[in-house]
């Protein structure tokens, strides 16, 4: 059943991988004009349907775009000047940290658009030449970027020098996404990220189909009582299910196969 015993994972389709790419930082100045300023926030519909961490969003929902660097996918709480850790648990919940620190608002701006035609619009949000507290001599440029039809996410860093040593680079901001305190990653926190532009994506980790999940409640070789999740198309398939042949470890670990079959 080419299984992995992941000791308790997330499952398939409710997780992300990381990845760098290259940088595609976009910015035009007859974007939309979020008029943000200094911890300013602003909720927007969104455009298309979003899958976040096992949650959609509709055109009925809307996010916030705060000043200091982040999203919330939620359209709710805060991006507050002072950032945490992103398992810190006064960290935002549906979170998507792009450079999350004390952003300023005396240079610079941050505006957004929607590029691309349905069924593979982009949503781009771009801090353009936006300067560090208190009023910093030069601006960062980076974009958060998150696409319809794939959910994925992307972090754009076209220049992290505000021209202060204690923040520049991301020296003191977090990078990361994070749904809640049990799914989440994070990329840097308060910790420099190097002076050349970089690109980061998330990806969302798909079920395939045939692909499934056992939560075994034994011990030996033979898996009983567990949980079997199947995937066919779009829908899942639940059944109770005893495997033979497979060696576990510990007690209440958990499987992926990539066949089950």
Do not use: C
């Not at 926030?41 to 996010?63: H, L």
């Amino acid at each position: 059943n080419n299984t992995l015993d992941d000791n308790g994972g997330n499952i398939p389709g409710d997780g992300y991988t990381r990845s760098s790419i290259s940088v595609d930082y976009e910015y035009n100045a007859s974007w939309s004009d979020l008029s943000l300023t200094d911890d300013g926030e602003v909720n927007i519909t969104y455009p298309f349907d979003f899958r976040f961490w096992g949650t959609d969003y509709t055109t009925s929902d809307a996010f916030r775009i705060g000043n200091n660097g982040g999203v919330l996918l939620d359209g709710t709480g805060d991006v507050d000047y002072g950032n945490l850790a992103m398992n810190n648990g006064s960290t935002p919940n549906n979170f998507l940290a792009a450079f999350w620190d004390d952003i300023d608002d005396n240079r610079g701006d941050v505006r957004g658009a929607i590029i691309g035609t349905t069924p593979n619009r982009r949503v781009v949000i771009a801090w353009n030449d936006r300067s560090h507290y208190n009023n910093s001599s030069s601006g960062g440029f980076w974009n958060l970027k998150f696409y319809e039809s794939t959910n994925v996410i992307e972090y754009h860093y076209n220049d992290l020098d505000f021209g202060q040593a204690a923040s520049n680079y991301g020296a003191s901001a977090t990078i990361g996404i994070r749904k809640d305190a049990s799914n989440l990653d994070q990329y840097s926190y308060n910790t420099s990220v190097g002076t050349s532009p970089f690109a980061i994506r998330y990806t969302p980790v798909t079920l395939e189909d045939g692909a499934g999940l056992y939560v075994q409640s034994g011990t030996g070789t033979t898996v009983e009582n567990n949980i079997f999740v199947a995937k066919s198309g779009d829908d899942d398939y639940y059944a109770l299910k005893t495997e033979s042949g497979i060696t576990v470890s510990s007690d209440y670990n958990t499987y992926y196969t990539g066949n089950t079959n």
